[in-house]
């Protein structure tokens, strides 16, 4: 009989922010990040994701703290407050990750671009181009004022990539939301 490995505990008391974590890949790594024994802020425009499955933050929240923070990553202020929530609760910000919470509308209603929605454009451009811009302007002030950890760094900002970006996909025309390609360059 093998026995289950216990998960490392290489992100202890790291402060993490995950924007998006409400369901899909931003959830599973709020979750591992949790099990790694990092202390989490679960960021999301919404506090419950897919039915049936128990939400994030009350999972994270087993832990005793505040964990949820309502945010529309695309709002310069409440970027910030989320980034001062993480502060106030745990004292530092260590970890980003997924500034760009990410949505991409073609994935599910592709339209040639002459038929394509400028409302949709736009928000494609607040969530994933501006979205990442943002995360990064206010987690680094945080960070350039904490001492070094680990190997000498202040802190780690992830963001999420797809292979569209290089390989591309049908009706994922790079022409149709440029914001695509420019959120996955970063
Ligand atoms: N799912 C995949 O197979 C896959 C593969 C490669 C790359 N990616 C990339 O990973 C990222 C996430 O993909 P996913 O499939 O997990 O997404 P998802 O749609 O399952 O989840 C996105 C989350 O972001 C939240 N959100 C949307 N707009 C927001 C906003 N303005 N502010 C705050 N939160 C907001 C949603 O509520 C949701 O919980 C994207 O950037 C995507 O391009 C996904």
Redesign the pocket.
């Known amino acids: 009989m093998s026995a289950t490995a216990a998960p490392s505990q290489r992100l202890l008391n790291r402060v993490a922010i995950v ?8 959830r599973g790594i709020c979750l591992q990040f949790h099990l790694e024994g990092a202390l989490l802020i679960c ?4 506090p419950n ?1 897919l039915p049936g499955e128990e939400p994030t933050h009350e999972v994270i929240q087993k832990q005793g703290r505040r964990a949820i923070f309502k ?4 709002d310069s202020k409440q970027v910030q407050a989320m980034i001062a929530q993480a502060v106030e609760e745990y004292g530092a910000l260590h970890m980003l990750v ?1 500034n ?5 509308g073609e994935a599910t209603a592709a339209k040639p671009i002459d038929e394509a929605d400028e409302d949709i454009f736009d928000l494609h451009m607040m ?1 994933s181009v501006k ?1 990442p811009f943002m995360g990064p302007k206010y987690a680094l002030r945080q960070m350039k004022k904490q001492e070094p950890i680990g190997r000498g760094d202040r802190g780690w900002i992830i963001n ?4 569209v970006t290089s390989a591309g996909m049908r009706g994922l025309h790079k022409c149709h939301h440029p914001s695509y390609e420019i ?2 360059a970063h």
């Open positions: 924007a998006g974590s409400c369901q899909g890949l931003e960021a999301d425009l919404r994701g945010v529309d990553v695309s997924k760009n919470a990410g949505i991409c969530i979205g999420l990539s797809s292979i959120r996955e």
